[in-house]
């Protein structure tokens, strides 16, 4: 599809929109695929054109599944997608295998797409259900009403020249990633008291392009092993199916190693410790090393302020336990898209106010609990100790670390379950949801 101009629509006095979407990401491009089948008029803009990087693991637990599926999103091997059956954790002199857990409500399978491929698709799926794509799109920033300091749209650059435009819309929906631009100028900044991380990857070929099994490396050094501390992060290599493997690592900033780490460094060193025939090495790379943020644990809020709502990293809604950030960017689009479906039947005032106000209200109870939970994970395990002590004496035990993949993977029963699914569920609602 070629890339829309973004001069907006002609003729239209008061709206270019019902919504505007900033992002064509997982969150942006859910959002604007619910709030177009819901039969409302939006606008999705993508500061880049497609196909386009992003910095990710390309690894979707089966928690993402069910929103793709939910979407109508054909998850077939033949449309391209290469399944995982679970999680093999390594650590510790343990190599364990962990099935996706059979539950009623999540599928049990896992995906691995390339954000290179994965983004584009999620975009045109949009488009296909009446979402109006403006690529090369960057949105540099909200407009205001002058008389109510509300959010009536956005300013923009757009084409080859950056020429400014402004498209105007009753609500934003700001799924514009980590660099939160919309949510930094309505003063909503990053909360110093919750998690945050870092993530490099590369990609390499690699005859382990197609493993079943989704692998983590528990065990990263800050220098030589037994010599040092053991770092508050894991080692990730995730088969592909397409003749390579995304392999990188993620760290916590609940260490004060996190500022003086050299990641790519690491990374070299992790994989030099390596087997030589699984083939990470130079000569087998396809790319640079990239690096990026890892909003967690909500720390951006409120997730609504004056006609915007945020969604995925925008609101800092990665998973503290896991680092997993594509499927709640998918469920938040998908909340914040049935907000305003319900906000916009209602005139403009307090009633659609009262509406909005709902959606900050919904993160926390989908969420604020679990999330506090892995709050005090991420504490527990920036202390060295611990980390240690959870690797060599948690890992040798399978049924612990049943519970320990569910609890991670935010995948349980919400009615019924087993007796870890009842466990968990309480744990998540007796949790303080700040």
Request: glycine share 12%; aromatic share 8%.
């Amino acid at each position: 599809m070629a890339t829309t101009r973004a001069d907006g629509a002609a003729g239209r006095s008061k709206a270019d929109a019902d919504v505007i979407v900033v992002g064509a990401g997982p969150g942006g491009s859910s959002a604007a695929y619910h709030l177009a089948s819901a039969g409302l008029d939006v606008l999705l803009l993508e500061k880049t054109t497609f196909p386009r990087e992003k910095v990710c693991g390309d690894g979707l637990t089966p928690r993402a599944v069910r929103s793709l599926v939910d979407m109508g999103v054909d998850t077939s091997p033949v449309a391209g997608w290469a399944r995982n059956r679970g999680l093999r954790i390594i650590g510790g002199g343990v190599r364990l295998e962990l099935p996706w857990p059979e539950l009623a409500s999540w599928p049990d399978y896992g995906l691995v797409r390339p954000r290179l491929d994965f983004d584009d698709l999620l975009a045109r799926h949009a488009v296909k259900v009446g979402a109006r794509l403006h690529e090369g799109t960057a949105v540099t920033g909200p407009l205001l009403d002058e008389r109510t300091g509300r959010v009536v749209g956005v300013h923009a650059r757009t084409g080859t020249d950056r020429a400014p435009v402004t498209f105007r819309a009753p609500l934003v929906v700001a799924a514009d990633g980590n660099s939160a631009r919309i949510a930094l100028a309505l003063g909503i900044r990053r909360r110093e008291d919750r998690p945050l991380g870092v993530a490099v990857r590369r990609y390499y070929r690699s005859p382990r392009t197609h493993d079943d099994f989704l692998e983590s490396h528990l065990e990263l050094w800050e220098g030589r092993p037994r010599e040092s501390r053991l770092l508050p992060g894991y080692g990730w290599i995730f088969g592909v199916g397409n003749g390579t493997s995304n392999v990188g690592l993620g760290l916590l900033n609940t260490t004060d190693a996190f500022q003086n780490t050299d990641y790519r460094d690491l990374l070299r060193r992790w994989l030099a410790a390596l087997p030589p025939e699984w083939g990470y090495t130079e000569d087998n790379a396809i790319g640079p090393v990239r690096g990026s943020a890892l909003p967690m644990g909500f720390n951006r809020t409120p997730h609504y302020r004056d006609g915007v709502l945020l969604v995925g990293d925008a609101g800092g809604m990665v998973n503290p336990f896991n680092g997993e950030g594509i499927a709640y960017a998918l469920e938040s689009g998908r909340y914040a898209a049935e907000i305003a479906v319900q906000a916009l039947a209602r005139p403009d005032g307090p009633a659609r106010e009262r509406a909005l106000g709902q959606y900050p209200e919904l993160m926390r109870a989908r969420y604020g609990g679990y999330y506090t939970l892995g709050r005090f994970f991420v504490q527990l395990i920036g202390n060295p100790t611990i980390m240690a002590f959870g690797t060599r004496y948690g890992l040798p035990r399978p049924v612990l670390m049943r519970f320990v993949l569910k609890i991670m993977a935010n995948l349980t029963d919400p009615r019924g379950g087993d007796a870890m699914d009842r466990l968990i569920n309480a744990m998540t609602r007796l949790a303080p949801a700040a």
